[in-house]
């Protein structure tokens, strides 16, 4: 087996996409028929808006064609006869189909540069919840799959799996779980305040209350007045982070390299969808 070496030389990947409109199984179309009906409306002719955009007459024409079929009201329409000898324009509903889609479009390219931005790096974990720009009080920020809901009388279980295949249980009340909408496969944002993680060592054999047992090792301290920043890489991926006092750092022997379980109550553990 041979490895080949990265070519510094390389095009880096990049992420792209395009907007289209369907009804039912059926494609409206989208940047380039869009286009097309813009070009009918600046030359009021199908002959001379398929030569300004570079394509025959009988491919525009069944684009448009296509697009009245589809769109269940005309996006085109002709007119015949006259002293100019008739004329071809959009109707109403073509003018506003544009145009909305000209709006959807200009949302849909700048989602699209978010997800862009640093999606291939793939020596660094990708933050889809930095991407969307979602900012929480909350310093622990994770992305997961519902797998499982057990429901309670006042309350429900419901556990998650993050992108590492770690599982996550939070306590919900029953009217949160129904106004989130949560069901298995449902993605969610788990969130974990960092001061409701308690770090502990030296836990071989022990059995404790807390729901959330998360193993890993500490990546990195950093100590402030009082309390210390605790940086936990878990072992299914990811990183945690705890903030405890300066003094628990030196009773736990919290170092770079030291292994650590993160204990968090399942109560402690915030839900979140995506609107």
Known sequence: MTTRRRDSKARPLAVKGSLWITSGDESLGGHG??????????????????????????????AIDTMNRVSGEPVVERSTGGRGGGSTRLTAHGERLVQRYTQLDAVHQRFVAMLAEQAFDLDQDYSLLQALNMKTTARNQF???????????????????????????????????????????????????????????????????????????????????VNAEVVLALTGGGQLVATVTSASVDTLGLAEGIPAVALVKASDVILAVLA
């Open 143 to 225: 992305l997961g799959t519902v797998t499982a809901v057990r429901s309670g009388a006042v309350n429900d279980e419901v556990e998650v799996t993050l992108a590492g295949g770690t599982r996550v249980v939070a306590i919900i009340p029953r009217d949160g779980t129904e106004s989130l909408g949560l069901r298995t496969q449902l993605a969610v944002i788990v969130l974990v305040p960092s001061a409701h993680v308690l770090l502990a060592t030296g836990l071989d054999g022990a059995r404790l209350s807390a729901r959330n047992q998360l193993a890993g090792t500490v990546a990195a301290v950093r100590p402030g007045a």
């Open 33 to 62: 028929r869009i286009a097309l009906l813009r070009s009918v409306a600046e030359h009021g002719s199908i002959t001379q808006a398929a030569k300004a955009y570079g394509m025959s007459y009988k491919a525009a024409w069944d």
